[in-house]
């Protein structure tokens, strides 16, 4: 027979205090383990890289709504506003130039072999500002290896998207359409350079280069082309749309360089968004130590 | 030219009640910048939205300024003329919180950091001087300052040209090479055309003598 008997101990007496305080953090957790289920991403790929900095990361709605991509219109209001007329499925790259295997890839066959990881990396811009972006992605040089360069290919160049049905600041010549950007090839397979198809956890947003972008840490942010459409093994440096637009201010290499001025202002400082001091600019953005030898005996204030 | 032009608004009206409207108007943009802060509504990099806010509305109220004595002779509204102080100080103010906010918010008083800026960035200089002209007319602006100067208060006023031209310019370098010019080019045009008229009159003194018949 069951007797029915009042316990004497409630939960609270033997809950450490302590543990019942953090009570709600296991909801959070919680919560991000949901986030992180729904976002279609295993969870064992989001092991942190060795390249990813433990700094306080910008918060996803400055990331989302404050950005350059003159292709929606040139203030930074505007990606957000106009990105998603861009139609970025079915999407697909043509690889071509000096490599054994050129061809036009569709965006799934392009991901497929690459498993994800994530990269919290600093950005830097070159008008004074920096964020810190969890990206999501592969490394460069996974991607361009496939393709197999050859001994001719000593820079590769990618493009952006042109359609100003879907792009609507293309409709103006504020630069010289397709948006065009390039790295030196042992740049590009360096093991920072980076594809990026989501960030905090999630596909990109159109604003920030959707389905697929570079980001190369150590260089200003406009390398860091957007939405790529065309990857092309060169033998020769190539333009890029800044070069073309301004070639006294932003250089090929364009690396983040707090002792080397750009024309109209100083690159010693910068703000991290969401700061209200400036803080130094660090040499290579902070990556010195893993790309200063790039450019070894290169006068970095000749190639700027 | 029309003497009488039909909207002049009668006394007590026009210092009673339009004056002070416009003052208050010309308020607004802080007001609207306040909010924006309290409000956090100001987007990622506030300090930014708010320099050159600030920085626009120094500009705006100074094209404003020049408008005031161009629409008196285009349309014979002679009233406009009794805003142009409080207009003008309008522009000194905004100019005054533009520059607070570089020093204090962008730089945070580093002095070493600003003197740089000043020296080697042509946009910063050439602000910084617009800035200085403007003050000595902001100072001398008082009825006192008036009567004391005589003619040299004229003279010293058209300052206002050289120092709007400075400030049209400084917001053009600001601007990433062709790429951002559009608004600075939409000032540059609206002072085009205000020093263009009084350009004009200048050169075709007939202009002014012979009435215009409508």
Redesign the interface.
């Known amino acids: 027979m069951l007797i029915k008997r009042p316990f004497d101990l409630t939960d609270n007496d033997v809950t450490d205090y302590a543990l019942y305080q953090r009570r709600r953090d296991f909801l959070k957790t919680l919560g991000g383990i949901a986030l992180i289920g729904a976002s279609g991403f295993p969870l064992s790929a989001t092991a942190k890289s060795a390249f990813s900095t433990d700094e306080e990361q910008t918060p996803f709605?400055?990331i989302t709504?404050?950005n350059n991509f003159?292709e929606f219109g040139?203030d930074?209001?505007d990606p957000a506003r106009y990105a998603s007329m861009m139609k970025t499925s079915p999407w697909s790259v043509t690889v071509g130039g000096e490599c054994a295997k050129p061809g036009k890839l569709a965006l799934e066959d392009i991901l497929k072999p690459h498993s994800k990881e994530e990269r919290i990396y600093r950005l830097r811009c070159v008008e004074g500002?920096s964020m810190v972006i969890p990206w999501l992605g592969f490394p460069l040089a996974d991607l361009l290896k496939r393709f197999e360069p050859t001994s001719k290919a000593k820079y590769v160049s990618f493009e952006t998207l042109v359609d100003p049905k879907q792009m609507p600041g293309q409709a103006r010549n504020?630069?010289d359409w397709p948006y065009a950007e390039g790295l030196r090839m042992d740049e590009a397979m360096h093991p920072l350079s980076f594809m990026a198809t989501g960030l905090y956890g999630k596909d990109l947003l159109n604003q920030n280069g959707a389905p697929l972008r570079l980001v190369v840490p150590w260089k200003y942010g406009f390398k860091s082309i957007k939405s790529i459409v065309k990857i092309s093994f060169v033998e020769e440096q190539p333009d890029t749309s800044?070069g073309r637009?301004?070639p006294g201010?932003y250089g090929f290499y364009s690396n983040v360089n707090p002792e080397v001025?750009h024309p109209?202002?100083?690159q010693?400082?910068e703000?991290r968004?969401?700061e209200?001091?400036?803080r130094e600019t660090l040499m290579f953005n902070g990556y010195a130590e893993q790309v200063a030898s790039l450019y070894s005996g290169m006068d970095l204030r000749k190639n700027y | 030219m029309c003497a009488q032009f039909p909207v002049q608004i009668r006394e007590p009206y026009f210092t009673k009640i339009f004056k002070p409207v416009v003052f208050a108007l010309a308020l607004l943009p802080l007001a609207l910048l306040g909010l924006g802060v309290w409000q956090d509504t100001l987007?990622?990099?506030p300090?930014?939205t708010i320099t050159r806010s600030l920085g626009e509305w120094t500009l705006r109220f100074l094209l404003l300024t020049l408008l005031l004595s161009t629409l008196r002779r285009a349309t014979g509204w002679v009233q406009g003329i009794r805003l142009r102080r409080m207009l003008g100080l309008f522009a000194f103010f905004y100019g005054v919180l533009h520059l607070l906010s570089y020093l204090w918010?962008?730089?945070?008083f580093?002095w070493a950091?600003i003197w740089?800026?000043i020296v080697?960035?042509?946009?910063i200089t050439v602000g910084m001087l617009a800035f200085v002209l403007m003050t000595p007319l902001a100072l001398t602006s008082f009825k006192a300052a008036i009567r004391k100067l005589g003619r040299h208060w004229q003279r010293l006023h058209t300052l206002i040209y050289p120092l709007t031209v400075l400030g049209v310019l400084h917001f053009w370098?600001?601007a990433?090479?062709?790429?951002?010019t559009?608004v600075p080019l939409i000032y540059a045009v609206l002072l085009a055309v205000l020093l263009g008229e009084r350009l004009w009159r200048w050169f075709v003194p007939r202009f002014n003598k012979i009435p215009v018949t409508r």
């Open positions: 709605d400055d709504t404050y003159y040139t930074k209001s500002w504020v630069l800044w637009s301004a201010e001025d109209r202002w100083s010693r400082r703000r968004i969401g209200f001091r400036k | 987007g990622a990099n300090i930014e918010l962008d730089q945070f580093d950091e740089y800026d080697e960035r042509p946009f370098w600001l990433d090479s062709k790429a951002r559009e």
